[in-house]
């Protein structure tokens, strides 16, 4: 399998030293999720797991923004289609994320401008997160009617019960320092010191024994909220998809369509 790929919505390539760099490229949309990104950063996972010698993963966004959450017109268009196709699509959803947790050698998020809905899953789901003084962050599915079932396991670890209780619920964005406050950020860096900050963590890894981090990596997962069983998995997979064929998600996307306050926003004044 190709260890490199240099066009369409992921890109990955893998240096000599075995580093992996996956970049999420729909920069005209945000990095905004849809069926084509998702399938795209599976098959950068398929690829680097066929890699020999892999050492790190570092992950990162194309344009100011690393990404935006989900494509909601595209949210929009599989929520007309039958629950299979939903169920499939979620699933596929939560395989990314999922398997970017379990990746067997460290891996970096670099954030830069907005991370919202699913990004804030991605991120979670890195053992080392970056983000520049820019990076804007939410979870912003309930906003629209939707629920982030699938990257609940991976949030609770990174920002745990009680803060997830919080910015998921009120969907309300914040900022870099808050997030490292919290815990789904690590370091905080003006954002032209991004790269190389990414690039110190990837030095600091390369100093280590690699089947001791694979195991220590594991044996970490194991006590984790994300080690979720696979009947827990299908559950989290099909609430997700109901959700989105629901009344509630119908009305939260046409108002985002629309550009209008949705039915449930108290009017002012």
């Given amino acids: 399998m190709s260890v490199a790929n240099a066009s369409g919505p992921v890109l990955w390539e893998v240096d000599a030293r075995g580093v992996a760099t996956v970049t999420l490229n729909r920069p005209e949309v945000n990095n905004a999720y849809n069926g084509e990104l998702i399938e ?41 289609s039958p629950l299979e196709e939903n169920i499939r699509v979620s699933r596929a959803t939560a395989e990314a994320v999922a398997r970017l947790n379990r990746v067997p050698v460290p891996t970096v998020a670099l954030i830069q401008g907005g991370c919202f809905g699913g990004g804030t899953g991605v991120a979670a789901a890195c053992d080392v997160v970056i983000a520049a003084d820019n ?14 079932a699938i990257i609940v396991p991976q949030l609770n670890d990174a920002i745990g019960v009680r803060q997830l209780r919080r910015y ?13 406050r919290i815990g789904l950020v690590h370091e905080v860096v003006p954002l032209a010191e991004l790269a190389a900050a990414g690039e110190r963590v990837v030095g600091h ?45 119908a009305e939260g996307l046409a108002s985002f369509k629309e550009k209008r306050a949705a039915k449930w926003t108290p009017k002012r004044g």
């Fill in 40 to 80: 795209g950063l599976l098959r950068a996972l398929d690829a680097l797991g066929a890699t020999a010698g892999l050492r790190a993963v570092v992950i990162k966004g194309n344009g100011r923004h690393f990404q935006a959450g989900a494509d909601l017109k595209w949210i929009d268009a599989v929520r007309a």
């Fill in 135 to 148: 990076a804007l962050f939410s979870i912003a599915e309930v906003r629209w009617g939707l629920t982030a």
């Fill in 168 to 180: 998921g619920l009120t969907g309300e964005r914040f900022d870099a320092q808050e997030a490292r």
């Fill in 205 to 249: 890894v390369l100093e280590n024994g690699p089947q001791a981090i694979a195991e220590t990596k594991a044996l970490t997962l194991k006590q984790a909220f994300g080690d979720v069983s696979d009947k827990e998995f299908a559950a989290l997979i099909d609430s997700h998809a109901r959700k989105r064929q629901s009344a509630e998600a």
